[in-house]
């Protein structure tokens, strides 16, 4: 992450980010303001036996451990993190609490059918609702606040993918209260702009949160409740009822892996998934009459219908985070720090939300980070049990983490408890999803799927016609892409 103490427009932004702040936990403008402090927890050493052993200490991993806990409070669940608890995509995302699957409909119809992705399109709807019910009860201050989401075109092609995403939503169930096509004079009720609209869906299933304050936060509830957290304690290998650290190892009935993109770095699990990452900046607070300008209903989250899309959250200090547009793959080291900071996006970036929102052009740029997203070659999400070894698995989100993550954790607790529940029949259960290419392939892959992607929104924005090579990627495109 960097911290930029200095006008966002001219000659400074051309100068490109700049260096990584102090504290190494601070990965994020979400983690640089948890109030608490980010100082590490306890390292795992020596021997221990517990119930449950989770590996990762992200939405995945605590929710897993929130509800089984919750379920059983007898039971003894430990979770081992690499780092501090809410370093991964937990504590660096959009902090979009958002409705859709996590992956392709038609592909889960195939093995269940599609009165279970319909299923599935209702629990995302109360996961969103669940997540804030938690949020209330257990007191965590995050800044939770369910106000919806707009979708923008500002092309004639864009304006078309809206409106077909919208029918197909309806298709699969959904009604107008769910999703709806507004007016850009419609949209002027939760926000006016940006410059050339055309219009917008907009669904009233979304919540805002910062994202850190949620996952800190529920780590913290989850200690209070018994479960025994241990940080800076990368696992080096996991397997049945065993999970191995550097100074001390877990013995367990039930080993859960919730690892998400940092999973490739393991020896034998590198094709597992494509770490796309997703690069981000945020303004400085902005005054009262700003939002006034924009007219930028608090809590609604907003984000544009490109083929390299951005989002924007008004977080809960009043400052605009926009994220999105691409960001480099590297074939050496595809998870690391260094992915986390680009100029080249910095730049696509505030060249963004200057279009966008014009009104703050002015705003001092505070923050750039960038986290990584488990893409699974099929974008499926997956949350599997066997219990003959004992070995479960949450995970393979993409970007839609926030909410899934709650849905696999109440999932596995299911599962981990032997109950045949609404949610063991879910399609992602036992869902199967087969390995990227090997290097260079996933790395050509991914590099010729952004070149399209951004050469697709030039010829979209020039000539006002759907780019069609986009077909040419497809087969490696999100659902609905
Ligand atoms: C920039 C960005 C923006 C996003 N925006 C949104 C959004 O707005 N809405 C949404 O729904 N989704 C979004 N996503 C996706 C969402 O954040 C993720 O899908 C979700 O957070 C992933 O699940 P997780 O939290 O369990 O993973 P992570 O937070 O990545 O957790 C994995 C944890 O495992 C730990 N770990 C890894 N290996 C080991 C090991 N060997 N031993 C011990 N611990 C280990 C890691 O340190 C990490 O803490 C976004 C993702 C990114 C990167």
């Known amino acids: 992450m960097f911290r930029v103490d200095r006008p966002s427009s001219g000659p400074d932004v051309a100068a490109g980010p700049p260096p990584p702040p102090e504290n190494p936990w601070a990965r994020s403008l979400w983690l640089d303001g948890v109030v608490q402090g980010l100082t590490p927890r306890e390292q795992l050493s020596g021997d221990h036996t517990c119930d449950v052993a989770i590996v990762g200490a992200g939405f995945g991993g605590l929710w ?11 039971l003894r669940v430990t979770v081992v993190e690499a780092e501090i608890a809410g370093y991964g995509a937990a504590g660096r995302n959009g902090g979009f609490v958002s409705s859709g699957i996590a992956g392709s409909g038609a592909r889960y119809a195939r093995r269940n059918g599609w009165d279970s992705v319909h299923r599935a399109e209702r629990e995302v709807l109360h996961g969103i609702d669940e997540i804030g019910r938690v949020v209330s009860l257990e007191g965590i201050d995050c800044g939770y606040n369910k106000a ?84 800076q304690s990368p696992a080096e290998h996991l397997g049945p009822r065993l999970v191995q650290c550097r100074n001390g190892r877990i013995s367990a009935e039930v080993v859960v892996r919730a690892t998400e993109s940092y999973t490739i770095r393991e020896r034998g699990q590198r094709r597992k998934f494509l770490p796309l990452y997703s690069l981000l900046i945020a303004t400085e607070p902005l005054p ?8 930028w209903r608090d809590g609604i989250g907003y984000s544009d219908i490109g083929h390299l899309f951005y989002y924007a959250q008004r977080s809960l200090d ?14 050496t080291k595809p998870v ?68 899934a993550s709650n849905i696999s954790g109440r999932t596995m607790r299911d599962l981990i408890l032997g109950h045949d529940t609404d949610l063991t029949s879910l399609p992602w259960v036992g869902h199967h999803t087969r390995n990227w290419e090997p290097e260079p392939l996933r790395f050509i892959a991914s590099m010729a799927i952004h070149k399209t992607l951004a050469s697709a929104d030039a010829y979209e924005e020039r000539t006002g016609k759907p780019a069609k090579r986009v077909r040419l990627v497809a087969p490696f495109l999100p659902p609905g892409h």
């Open 64 to 74: 897993t451990a929130y509800y089984l806990k919750k379920a059983d409070p007898s």
């Open 148 to 231: 919806g989401a707009l979708t923008v075109a500002t092309t004639e092609p864009q304006l078309q993918r809206v409106r077909a995403r919208i029918e197909a939503k309806h298709r699969s169930g959904l009604g107008a209260e769910d999703i709806r096509f507004l007016n850009p004079d419609e949209c002027t009720e939760f926000l006016r702009g940006p410059e050339g609209l055309l219009g917008a869906s907009y669904t009233p299933h979304c919540a805002r949160v910062d994202p850190a304050r949620l996952a800190r936060g529920l780590a913290d509830v989850c200690e209070r409740l018994g479960v025994k957290i241990y940080e």
């Open 288 to 295: 009262q009459e700003t939002w006034d300008e924009l007219g």
């Open 318 to 331: 009043g400052r605009i985070v926009v994220g999105g547009r691409g960001a480099p793959y590297r074939l």
């Open 336 to 403: 690391s720090p260094e992915n986390e900071q680009n100029a080249h996006v910095y730049e696509r970036l505030v060249q963004t939300l200057h279009e966008a929102f014009p009104a703050v052009a002015q705003a001092r740029i505070t923050h750039h980070w960038g986290g990584s997203l488990a893409v699974p070659r099929d974008w499926c999400m997956r949350t599997t049990f066997d219990r003959d070894s004992g070995l479960g698995f949450v995970g393979a989100f993409g970007g839609h983490g926030v909410t």
